[in-house]
């Protein structure tokens, strides 16, 4: 492989930085969850999940970034499928998390009052996790089947060969296009319905992921599909396909970005959690702030496990300091 040093120098650099940022970024994430008391709805632990998953997907990059350093083949496709056991773990549980997600925000803004009721209540959260371990399992004993030993340099979608490669793909496509629907389903809600523009922020950064991860996927199964579909061969093949998993590994890399810009939440929490500030008051941390204009929105959250948490018409009511109109804004859990 020295020949295709030019081609492979781009790849070294990217894969290198997008892995260490990304696994550094999506690890801050979890731990704001964990620590974080405002950030222990169902979505927001959807969410930590789900960068939890990106930091399995993105640890499986060392192998594939060694084989690029060493410019070797140096291991064979069946033992790659054990030394990826755990990063595919991350990929395929991603991939549907994503999509639970979508149909979190989607009971929200459909069935807020049901939402309120139950997304708190353990039930609702393991019934999310289902999906996902089941999609993971079914591959894992699936690709097992079709376990060779040809020379693999030991990229992630390696752990796939044959029929089972060929499935993944497809249903990799069918899944994000899920996804894609049911955030537009979501998107139509939020147009049609008066929530306030604090309620409409919750959803931005969840748009703006599913819209760089669901991108990043399209692109690099498309690409994948066309390098077959036109008869690709040899050191062609393998650019092409190492070139395609870029879109989808920055995807992977951008939580952190994404919730630190646009979510108030994240945002206070991490700067809490690093800078060791303290939360404004009862141990939570702050979620006021403050916009280029001056108005000041809240997050004003009743109390979730008080005894008479049950009476609470809501429980979470967005204000804006400002404009305060009650009569024509709903209320929206998070």
Same mark, same amino acid.
């Given at each position: ?25 999506? /690890?801050l994430m979890v731990i704001v969850t964990i620590k974080a008391k405002n950030l222990q709805t169902a979505c927001h632990k959807l969410i930590g999940i789900t960068c939890f998953a990106d930091v399995l997907h ?22 790659? #499928? ?6 595919? #773990? ?20 459909? /069935? ?9 209540t353990h039930l609702y959260f393991f019934l999310h996790l289902i999906a996902p371990l089941v999609y993971y399992f079914f591959f894992l004993f699936y690709a097992f089947q079709f376990r060779n030993d040809r020379p693999a340099m030991c990229a992630i979608p390696e752990f796939f060969d ?21 955030? /537009? ?39 994948? $599909? ?23 590994? #920055? ?35 702050? *979620?006021?702030?403050?916009? *280029?204009?001056?108005?000041?929105? $809240? ?17 979470? /009511? ?17």
């Amino acid at each position: 492989m020295d020949d295709l040093s030019a081609y492979l120098l781009p790849m070294e650099i990217f894969f290198s930085a997008c892995t260490l940022l990304g696994i550094a970024g999506n /690890l801050l994430m979890v731990i704001v969850t964990i620590k974080a008391k405002n950030l222990q709805t169902a979505c927001h632990k959807l969410i930590g999940i789900t960068c939890f998953a990106d930091v399995l997907h993105q640890s499986g990059q060392f192998p594939f970034l060694y084989g690029l350093y060493t410019r070797t083949q140096w291991t064979t496709q069946a033992d790659c #499928f054990y030394v990826q056991l755990v990063p595919i #773990f991350g990929v395929l549980t991603g991939c549907v998390l994503l999509l639970n997600l979508g149909v979190d925000r989607l009971i929200a803004v459909t /069935l807020p009052a049901f939402y309120r009721q139950n997304q708190q209540t353990h039930l609702y959260f393991f019934l999310h996790l289902i999906a996902p371990l089941v999609y993971y399992f079914f591959f894992l004993f699936y690709a097992f089947q079709f376990r060779n030993d040809r020379p693999a340099m030991c990229a992630i979608p390696e752990f796939f060969d044959g029929p089972s490669n060929s499935l993944w793909a497809t249903v990799s496509v069918i899944l994000n296009a899920l996804v894609v629907f049911c955030y /537009l389903l979501v998107y139509v809600k939020l147009r049609t319905s008066s929530f306030s523009n604090a309620a409409r922020a919750v959803f931005k950064s969840l748009f703006i992921t599913v819209a760089i991860v669901s991108c990043g996927w399209f692109a690099t199964m498309f690409t994948n $599909f066309l390098s077959v579909a036109f008869g690709a061969t040899g050191n062609t093949m393998f650019l092409i396909q190492t070139y395609a998993g870029i879109p989808v590994n #920055f995807a992977a890399a951008c939580n952190f970005p994404v919730y630190y810009t646009i979510s108030t939440e994240h945002r206070n929490a991490i700067r809490s959690l690093l800078f060791n500030k303290k939360p404004e008051k009862s141990g939570e941390f702050p *979620t006021a702030t403050n916009n *280029t204009n001056n108005e000041s929105s $809240f997050l004003i959250k009743s109390p979730v496990n008080s005894p008479d948490a049950h009476r609470q018409p809501s429980s979470h /009511l967005l204000i804006n300091a400002d404009a305060v109109k009650p009569e024509s804004r709903v209320s929206l859990p998070q």
